[in-house]
Structure formats: C-alpha cells, structure tokens
C-alpha cells in the first residue's frame, strides 16, 4: 500500500500492490499529497507524487508515482508520442494505459545510463490520471517492477 500523509489532510493512498518478499522498499525524499478524494471510504490521492528506492538482489529500482486530476481523459496516443525503443498499449489496474520504454543518461556528467519506463493510464472510478515512472540500470529489472505495477490497485 503506497500512502502519503498531508498534515492538514491525512492520510491518503497512491495505489496498492503486492511487491515480492525479497524487495527491500521504502520512500524517498519528500512525498506530497496535494489533494485527495474519497471513493467507497477510502481516500485517494488526485494530486500529488511519491518517489520510492528498491533494492532487489543488489540491483537499485527508483519508481516514481505522480498523480494528477486532468479536465478530461489523457489522449494516450499523445503520450505514445513521447518516443522510446518501445511502447505500446498495455493494461494496468484494469484500465488502459500506455507505456514508453527507453535509455536515458543521468548524474552530473550525463554518464551514468539508465534504462527508464514511464506507464500512464486513467482511472475513471477516482477520476485520476496516474503516471509510474521506473528507473533501472538493467532493463530486465524495469520489466520486473512493471509487472508489479501492472497488477496494483487503484480504486
């Protein structure tokens, strides 16, 4: 369960996923729950982000979730624009979504390379657009943390 805590709002959730037993996760940094709304007893962020670190057998997993309360539904072929080796339709928490997968370079001299997903969709019970952005060194740890997610919850 990803949730952020707001001093004035509570507590709110991001998703929901079950992360295998040899993940070591926990948050990074500052997590920011804007704003929140309440579906079926539950509040739920529509405005916010969290950054998470994982550690899996040595490797480092950064997974970064923003979450925003659009106007209308994202035009997912907009987002398949952004360009990447890959990307494609796919769907997550029951929804449909998109992903675009690709190599980026990082660290003060750009020397550092990363292999980076981002993941987008719209959930239309908590009328939300949820994006999951993935940061590995090996890809085939991106993929192991987007099966994760493909199965979380978001409602």
Known sequence: MLEGDNIILGRSKFLSFNAPDDWRIF?????DV???KVVEGTNWVVSGYITLGAV??????LIRIKVSNPIRKPDLNNFLKKGGERSGIIEICGHKGAYVLKSIRKGLLRNRELIELTMCFY???THR???IIIEAEKEEDVLKAMDIMLTASCH
């Not at 899996?56 to 997993?61: D, L, T």
Request: with cysteine.
């Open 27 to 31: 948050p990074l940094g500052v997590i």
């Open 56 to 61: 899996v057998k040595g490797s480092e997993i």
């Open 34 to 36: 804007e704003a929140y």
């Open 123 to 125: 959930c239309d019970k």
């Open 129 to 131: 657009k949820i994006e």
